[in-house]
């Protein structure tokens, strides 16, 4: 990326001199001895510098005007405004409209090249990220989910639609393996937040006692271990996109001084002494049905109705079986150019397996089941061997009795384990939670616990 460089300065001499000066430097760049001069090269895109640096008045008026129809214009680069007096009025706009610095002159040659220096590498910095949220929001365009069911259709559609919305938060539900992860991104990337921070936390993965110190930060001192100041995701995420995954498993506690943060627009880091103010769009996820959650008392009614001001359910997979059609060979063209496989023919028989599959982990056991057989192919005829749909499909206690059986590929998440588990120790022990602890070697509390969180205590005995 060359190191690109407009002078705006009306002193013939000075223009000049600082011409040769950074031509000298290695700077590619051009002067312009007047605003209009410097406007045809900026708003035409003749000459697309990293770094502005211009005299603020000129013959034809002051330079923080044309900074401003830069910012206004969305124009990369960085600005150093040079002025012969100081004034405060000006200095607070330059900086206001995003100048990098604001000198007064004579300024020493040393000092010029040090900040100019400093304002190549922040906008350098400003073009990287520009191209990896352009490459991004390319990569996630509402097309990505892909399917010409009609179910898939409408996602689709309200994906579309809902990137257009400047909406404050939005709800998320579906099974787990659906895309919910995926839809958070396309909604972020094609949204008008796309070049923001877009901030992604699985609720579930906090340990409980780690939870208010990872959303809110915390100051030296907040607690045990706590060394120096944490930004917290929700100020990380300030002017882009928080998404909250697994929603569900955030602590009561926890969802309370959510809800004051989202309704507050600020956050108090632990320990800290003053808000900070946030602005950020919220996207919550969940595949547990939250509305059931509220009316058992196990999610706040409040917090849901905050995050589902709309809300986006994703069909499951075993609902849009003819989208395998264009979701297999999606998936065997990622893992041909990531693994250097030449995989094209899938055969008859690998469609009847994949078409009469249930697909309990949805579009994530899909993409793990092609993942492998692509890796393993040894030609370029998809291996129906290497589907292992049969065994994937359900769980199966093992013979005897003794224990339960668990896919390894993707088809289930960890949580999802879990609840399987808790459920084939209730049945053994005829819904006794005493008898299903002991054959966990657990306690019957911690059982208990996981009894309620996965919505089993209608299953068991009253008495």
């Not at 639609?161 to 659906?178: D, K, N």
């Amino acid at each position: 990326m060359p190191q690109t460089l407009l002078i705006i300065e009306d002193e013939a001499l000075l223009g000049q001199e600082l011409l040769r000066h950074f031509r000298r430097e290695g700077w590619e760049a051009q002067l312009a001895a007047r605003l209009d001069d410097a406007r045809g090269l900026l708003l035409t895109r003749d000459f697309e510098p990293l770094v502005v640096l211009s005299d603020m008045n000129l013959p034809d008026g002051n330079a923080l005007d044309l900074l401003e129809e830069a910012r206004a214009a969305r124009l990369p680069g960085e600005w150093v405004i040079l002025t012969g007096y100081g004034g405060v009025p000006d200095s607070v706009r330059a900086l206001k409209l995003g100048a990098y610095d604001f000198l007064e002159k004579p300024v020493p040659p040393e000092r010029l090249d040090m900040v100019l220096a400093g304002a190549l590498r922040a906008a350098r910095a400003q073009a990287r990220l520009a191209d990896q949220t352009a490459v991004e929001t390319r990569r996630y365009s509402a097309e990505r989910f892909i399917g010409d069911s009609a179910s898939a259709r409408e996602a689709r559609e309200m994906l579309a639609r809902l990137a257009q919305v400047p909406f404050s938060s939005l709800l998320i539900g579906g099974e787990t393996g659906t895309g919910k992860g995926l839809a958070a991104r396309i909604l972020h990337y094609a949204g008008p937040r796309g070049g923001a921070p877009l901030v992604e936390i699985n609720c579930a993965a906090l340990p409980r006692e780690l939870v208010e110190g990872e959303l809110f930060g915390s100051e030296a001192g907040a607690y045990t271990g706590a060394k120096g100041r944490r930004r917290g995701l929700l100020e990380q995420a300030s002017g882009g996109t928080l998404f909250l995954d697994e929603i569900g498993d955030l602590p009561p506690e926890s969802q309370v001084k959510l809800l004051k943060a989202i309704e507050d627009k600020r956050v108090r880091r632990l320990g800290g002494d003053r808000e900070i103010a946030v602005d950020m769009r919220i996207i919550a996820a969940s595949n547990r049905d939250l509305a059931s959650e509220v009316r058992e008392g196990r999610f706040r009614a409040d917090l849901y109705h905050r995050l589902s001001v709309f809300r986006l359910d994703l069909p499951a997979l075993r609902g849009r079986r003819e989208d395998l059609r264009q979701l297999v060979p999606h998936f065997v063209a990622e893992y041909n150019a990531k693994a250097g496989k030449k995989v094209k023919a899938i055969p008859d028989e690998a469609w009847r397996r994949l078409e009469a599959h249930d697909w309990p982990g949805n579009v994530r056991e899909l993409r793990n089941v092609v993942e492998r057989c692509v890796l393993f192919a040894e030609d370029a005829v998809f291996p129906s061997r290497w589907l292992q749909l049969q065994a994937a499909s359900a769980l199966a206690a093992t013979p005897g009795g003794e224990g339960v059986w668990l896919p390894l590929d993707g088809s289930l998440s960890l949580e999802d384990m879990e609840k399987t588990i808790v459920e084939t120790a209730l049945a053994r022990a005829d819904g006794n939670v005493t008898g299903a602890a002991r054959l966990l070697k657990s306690t019957r509390e911690t059982l208990r616990y996981r009894v309620e969180k996965f919505g089993l205590g209608k299953n068991l005995p009253t008495s």
